[in-house]
């Protein structure tokens, strides 16, 4: 992460003729919200004066206390490359603070650092992450609304013509590496109109900081092409679904804590460990990976999504699978998470449950080296294989049973939560959906 004083920051706003300074935070949902001022306000924003009504948020504060200061950290100030010659706009972004200078429970930036304090008691150094977020492009209507139509056919890894979002990526990738990205790779995904941008692995606030930039750059450049960028986890049936696999590893001293030379696979203790705890509470931090009624129309079998809990090091159908670099790469993947979390809590109750753990020198389960989408459900159950839950509502009850994740979220951010995705579900179940009209209207 770069690192900036004040007086970097108002050095780059000069050279760059910036006039607007976004002030930007993550809601409770993980959706992007700035408060945008001009370059007069600065120094105001600079020393931590600038406030908001947090009333107006989801998931923060009710309305009669509903002033909340937004605190800069100058190492997230980048220059928007897009925006104007003739002004342009760039951003920090902010963690949240009570009017008494107090850290807000309820900002889940804030949550995020509290749970990395908890991995330095335990001795590590740093929680590296690396995602895979995938998207979709849809192309937009003459009123500038998305459509279902896809702006292309293709398939995993192909070229153009028949990727016709080659261009867009390319466009997207020169912008994220103007913004400081290290662009590790751009492809086409499976599903026709799908498409993923890998950026390097950073720690876990940084990384949390990214995918929230890199959402934000994403949209912003398929409009400028007339497209729709979405990261629903299922926006169309019967393809493949978007997912965002998480790659993570624990320091110490300097040393990825997940190797181990000697030992079988090359994973320490401590890996093994980690992954117990993981597949541990797996089926209890479901709803807050996976946060939405549409992320369980992804997590079915067929379509490569996980949704068993076990672990390999050798196939892609357990919920966790160990690729096979060694060394300071070494590093375990989750792969059920997808791109609808907020970043910020999903890594707190990845982290959460990794520690409990090596906390509890928890013995992970033999892995699980064959095809599981195969298996029936009796020999899951004989090999020890549970499902991931099946709807929001059944992620979410067995959120309420688990102390730890419970505990990783806190007590502000998941009662609102709890709220706010109860009611979500309420929604959807009282809904009469299209598919009930097709099969019962004239049956019945």
């Given amino acids: 992460?770069?690192?900036?004083?004040?007086?970097?920051?108002?050095?780059?706003?000069?050279?760059?003729?910036?006039?607007?300074?976004?002030?930007?935070?993550?809601?409770?949902?993980?959706?992007?919200?700035?408060?945008?001022?001009?370059?007069?306000?600065?120094?105001?924003?600079?020393?931590?004066?600038?406030?908001?009504?947090?009333?107006?948020?989801?998931?923060?504060?009710?309305?009669?206390?509903?002033?909340?200061?937004?605190y800069p950290d100058l190492d997230t100030?980048?220059?928007?490359?897009?925006?104007?010659?003739?002004g342009k706009v760039a951003r920090f972004i902010c963690d949240i603070y009570t009017p008494d200078g107090e850290p807000f429970e309820g900002c889940p930036r804030y949550n995020l650092k509290r749970n990395l304090k908890k991995m330095e008691e335990l001795g590590f150094s740093a929680f590296n992450i690396g995602t895979e977020p995938e998207f979709f492009l849809f192309k937009l209507d003459e009123k500038g609304e998305p459509t279902l139509e896809l702006n292309d056919k293709g398939g995993y890894f192909d070229l153009a013509?028949?990727?016709?979002?080659?261009?867009?990526?390319?466009?997207?990738?020169?912008?994220?590496?103007?913004?400081?990205?290290?662009?590790?790779?751009?492809?086409?995904?499976?599903?026709?109109?799908?498409?993923?941008?890998?950026f390097k692995y950073a720690d876990a606030l940084k990384h949390a900081d990214d995918i929230q930039t890199f959402k934000l750059v994403v949209k912003t450049i398929a409009r400028k092409h007339g497209l729709h960028a979405t990261f629903m986890p299922k926006p169309l049936y019967g393809v493949n679904g978007s997912g965002m696999?998480?790659?993570?590893?624990?320091?110490?001293?300097?040393?990825?804590?997940?190797?181990?030379e000697s030992a079988e696979l090359k994973l320490?203790?401590?890996?093994?460990?980690?992954?117990?705890?993981?597949?541990?509470?797996?089926?209890?931090?479901?709803?807050?990976?996976?946060?939405?009624?549409?992320s369980y129309k992804r997590l079915v079998p067929g379509y490569e999504a996980p949704c068993y809990v076990a672990w390999s090091g050798k196939n892609r159908s357990p919920l966790i699978r160990v690729p096979s670099a060694r060394g300071a790469s070494t590093r375990v993947?989750?792969?059920?998470?997808?791109?609808?979390?907020?970043?910020?809590?999903?890594?707190?109750?990845?982290?959460?449950?990794?520690?409990?753990?090596?906390?509890?020198?928890?013995?992970?389960?033999?892995?699980i080296d064959r095809n599981i989408?195969?298996?029936?459900?009796?020999?899951?159950?004989?090999?020890?294989?549970?499902?991931?839950?099946?709807?929001?509502?059944?992620?979410l009850e067995q959120l309420k049973s688990?102390?730890?994740?419970?505990?990783?979220?806190?007590?502000?951010?998941?009662?609102?939560?709890?709220?706010?995705?109860?009611?979500?579900?309420?929604?959807?179940?009282?809904?009469?959906?299209p598919w009930e009209r097709e099969q019962y209207m004239e049956d019945f």
């Fill in 161 to 198: 013509p028949t990727d016709l979002g080659e261009t867009t990526r390319r466009d997207i990738v020169l912008e994220l590496e103007e913004m400081g990205f290290e662009i590790e790779a751009s492809h086409h995904e499976v599903a026709p109109g799908q498409h993923e941008i890998d």
């Fill in 402 to 433: 688990d102390d730890i994740i419970v505990e990783a979220l806190g007590d502000h951010l998941f009662e609102h939560f709890i709220e706010a995705k109860e009611i979500e579900w309420d929604m959807f179940r009282t809904q009469v959906h």
């Fill in 268 to 294: 320490s203790e401590t890996a093994y460990q980690f992954i117990a705890g993981t597949l541990k509470h797996a089926i209890n931090f479901t709803a807050v990976t996976n946060p939405t009624v549409n």
């Fill in 333 to 367: 993947e989750v792969r059920s998470v997808d791109p609808s979390a907020n970043p910020y809590l999903a890594m707190s109750v990845l982290l959460a449950a990794g520690l409990d753990g090596i906390k509890n020198s928890l013995e992970a389960p033999a892995s």
């Fill in 1 to 70: 992460m770069a690192k900036f004083t004040r007086e970097d920051v108002i050095k780059i706003i000069k050279e760059e003729n910036v006039k607007f300074i976004r002030l930007q935070f993550t809601d409770l949902l993980g959706t992007i919200k700035n408060v945008e001022i001009p370059l007069s306000q600065l120094d105001k924003a600079l020393d931590n004066e600038m406030m908001f009504d947090g009333s107006s948020i989801e998931g923060f504060v009710r309305i009669e206390e509903s002033d909340m200061k937004l």
């Fill in 245 to 260: 696999h998480c790659n993570m590893s624990l320091f110490k001293d300097g040393k990825n804590a997940f190797y181990d």
């Fill in 373 to 395: 989408y195969v298996m029936d459900k009796v020999e899951r159950e004989k090999n020890g294989v549970a499902d991931l839950p099946a709807t929001l509502f059944d992620a």
């Fill in 77 to 86: 100030f980048v220059v928007f490359p897009w925006t104007s010659e003739k």
